[in-house]
């Protein structure tokens, strides 16, 4: 084992630690929200999930941002099954382990496969790019996507067309190294990355060993550096969209559920015969409160949800109110929704309070109000 190996693993290893970390504070600022039993409809559940999340049947009811978006799903997806290949070579020094395991055609199938969803990729990350920054389209430039937002959809959009470059440049000079002699495996020429060789063709072994190791440290640091950065960035979703999906409120749009406490105050007032005295409240009986003040107040779903939201403001764009100029932005109500219960759950593990809350100091009454319940957002 080489200092190369040494190296990977000691990165793998403490990437995965912060990942975990990071996810279980998450996690508990999720459950300090209430309880909810979500576990009926198992099989319903799985469908929704498979169909929202997996199908992406949201996004594709407008086509173009539907259609690229399923790109950079599918492609980014498919493409990390060669981070398989990566971290098995990284932990045993191997080099592209898995023509050991599958014949020669399917190899290159796979991966001429990678190269062509990776072209695709690029394309929609520079058309995503185009979109939020030359054309600007309306809901990525509201009040509430203030400089971070903007930021973190920009990263993200970059830091994918750099990966998918660095992965088609390390074939590339692996291919003109095999070329030379110098690599034992043989690939032969992937459909997208033939098309860069000109750019490194001539270069020293030295320069080419140089670009592919530079280029394959690059794909995994990258990786793994994502992975920590989508806890912190609105691309949670990522993860968080298939439990989002699961544990959805399966009621139709707009029913309400009833509070056990006014459900119990209006039988009463109904029923002529009935003793409001016969069941006296105890002295110490915490009261129920009507609605949430605060993040902690709201159930683990609706925090879950806060968690997945992708800021597209998909759901602001719909709204009659905000469309009509009223201050309600489901994108901010959701945004700001989030940010509390991070601060809550930040403040707990630091056993320190505050006097915030996410009614008056996040969110106004007056947003609240210009709600009609209309569930626009929520279909969206």
Avoid at 18 to 34: D, E, P, W
Avoid at 315 to 325: F, K, L
Avoid at 341 to 348: A, H, L, M, S, V
Wanted: glycine share 4%; hydrophobic share 45%; net charge positive.
């Amino acid at each position: 084992m080489g200092i190369e190996n040494i190296l990977f693993i000691c990165l793998f290893i403490v990437s995965i630690t912060f990942f975990v970390v990071n996810l279980r504070k998450i996690i508990f600022n999720i459950k300090l929200g209430k309880k909810i039993n979500r576990s009926d409809n198992k099989i319903l559940r799985i469908k929704n999930m498979i169909r929202v999340a997996l199908g992406q049947s949201k996004m594709i009811r407008r086509p173009i941002a539907g259609f690229l978006h399923l790109l950079v799903y599918i492609g980014f997806v498919i493409i990390n099954i060669e981070m398989i290949e990566i971290v098995i070579d990284g932990f045993s020094g191997s080099h592209r382990f898995l023509t050991n395991l599958v014949s020669y055609k399917l190899y290159h199938f796979l991966i001429s496969s990678f190269e062509i969803l990776a072209f695709l990729v690029i394309f929609a990350c520079v058309i995503f790019l185009i979109r939020r920054n030359v054309i600007k389209i309306k809901r990525f430039w509201s009040k509430e996507m203030t400089s971070w937002p903007k930021t973190d959809a920009n990263l993200i959009l970059v830091f994918e067309i750099l990966l998918m470059g660095a992965f088609l440049f390390m074939n590339a000079s692996d291919v003109l190294l095999q070329r030379m002699g110098h690599i034992n495996v043989i690939t032969g020429e992937f459909p997208i990355s033939k098309n860069l060789i000109f750019l490194i063709d001539g270069l020293s072994t030295e320069k080419l060993h140089f670009i592919e190791r530079f280029c394959w440290w690059f794909h995994i640091i990258g990786v793994l550096l994502f992975m920590n950065y989508v806890l912190i960035s609105k691309h949670l979703h990522i993860f968080f969209a298939f439990p989002s999906t699961y544990y959805a409120n399966l009621k139709p749009l707009g029913a309400f559920d009833n509070l056990e406490s006014v459900k119990n105050e209006v039988k009463l007032m109904l029923d002529p015969n009935a003793d409001p005295y016969a069941t006296p409240t105890e002295p110490n009986q915490v009261v129920e409160p009507f609605g949430a003040k605060d993040a902690d107040q709201l159930n683990r779903v609706q925090l879950l949800n806060s968690y997945s939201c992708t800021e597209c403001g998909r759901c602001t764009s719909v709204c009659p109110a905000n469309q009509t100029g009223k201050l309600l932005s489901p994108r901010k109500i959701m945004m700001d929704t989030r940010a509390r219960i991070t601060e809550i759950g930040n403040n707990k593990r630091k056993d320190i309070s505050d006097e915030k809350s996410l009614l008056n100091n996040y969110i106004t009454a007056e947003e609240l109000w210009a709600c009609t319940s209309c569930n626009a957002c929520t279909d969206s």
